[in-house]
């Protein structure tokens, strides 16, 4: 039976590291990349008789990450030891939460936008919203490097504050969780809570999948993907381990609850321990930490919720005329929508129009110089101000892009300045006047069309005026000029 006669169902668990600047039950700083076993204290060495202390920020950040995803925050939280030996944590168990976590309940929106971009104009469901279970704080552990015949541990991550994001069963292909995990991205760095950055470990993930027959059927045996840490090795995990789950069943075998890891070499999933379940783990109400009342950090809290993306967006569109599309890829990055918002607050020129130069050309200058956009040497009031200028008649849109690539090479300099410098100083009014009677005395097959009906051929006579006037000439000006002389 062919994967397609299968429905799949997929959960994932997120851990997320909280930006604070300590860790989570000691002062120990939060680093990454400083040279290994620096930020270490007896408490995350976990060293016997070392007692943690709650980090509040890390408690505040968390319920802001639940209030941004629609969660509610019980009035009473507690902390629980989840007990199992490995060498990333030594003191033999991890401070989590189990049965009273900080967040319950909540969704995360799949963006269109966040989808890959082979499938974003085949989306099987427009708008979904993935149902939240839990999101729960605890420690990160100690990051471990396997070699050969050994392996090395730094202790420096070991302690950090970190979220785990529990989906219910609502996914239903690969693609769902690529678009799940790029939205969640998102929404987590708009409300400042996280980096959420999977090449430095900040965000990882694990993938819980199951498949069955018939919609009537239960739910399938559970297999667990561990620490996956890229939304592109997610999106092939999954289809690698679908494919295996059915050919298991379609040759008469049984699937095993188990965990396996993703080989990305290999292209496969392979087995590393079986069946394991809550109880293994022996939690229990952790003796050295009281219950937190919860009520004085959701008050807070409750004032520093951002605007979303998505609601972001839709503001965007109603107060700028965005399309959907644009509004999209500006609210895909945070970086993005500050530069927006400087810009549009620095010309006349509009939002839309911000949009479109930002989009169209500065978008595509930066892909091709092959530059990110943090590193994006024109600023948002050097844009507005060529803006300025457009909307002002003194340069046209191809010189404006002339313009921006030599912005682009020297910043400094000033914009009016520089169009003065290349030459860009609109032709005069009365020059531009005899430079219109020439063109319509010179095309009156193309005027007795447009009298009749042809207007888009007014386009074509602007284009003769500008070619006349060596550029100089306003192309909006000159068409106005065209049909208030040819279609009054």
Known sequence: MPVAD????IGL?????????TKMF???ETSFADDVNVHTCPVCLGLPGALPVLNEAAIELTILTGMLLGCRTPEKVVWDRKNYFYPDMPKGYQITQLDLPLCVGGEVPLYDHNYPKDVQKKIQRPGKRVRLNRIHLEEDVAKSTHLANSTLIDFNRAGTPLMEIVTEADLESAEEAFSYLKSLQQILVAGGVSDADMEKGQMRC??????????EDPLGTKIELKNMN???AVRRAIHYEVARQCEVLDEGGQLVQSTRRWDDALGETQEMRTKEDAHDY???PDPDLLPVLTGDYVDKVRSLVPELPHEKGERFQSEFGLTAYDASVITSDIELVGYFEKAVESTRAGGKKVANWLINNLLGLLNEKGVEFESMPIDPVQLGSLLNL????MVSNSQARELLGELWNDPDQDVQGLAKEMGFEPADVGEIDQLIDQVIEQNPDKVSEIQAGNEK??????GQVMKASGGKANPKIVTEELRKRLLS
């Open 230 to 232: 890229s939304t592109s």
């Open 390 to 393: 457009i909307e002002d008649g």
């Open 6 to 9: 299968y429905l799949v169902t």
């Open 26 to 28: 000691c002062g120990c």
């Open 282 to 284: 022996r939690y229990f």
């Open 457 to 462: 051929l007014v386009n074509f006579l602007t």
């Open 206 to 215: 694990d993938v819980n999948i199951s498949v069955r027959k018939h919609e």
């Open 13 to 21: 668990e997120v851990h997320c590291q909280i930006k604070t600047r």
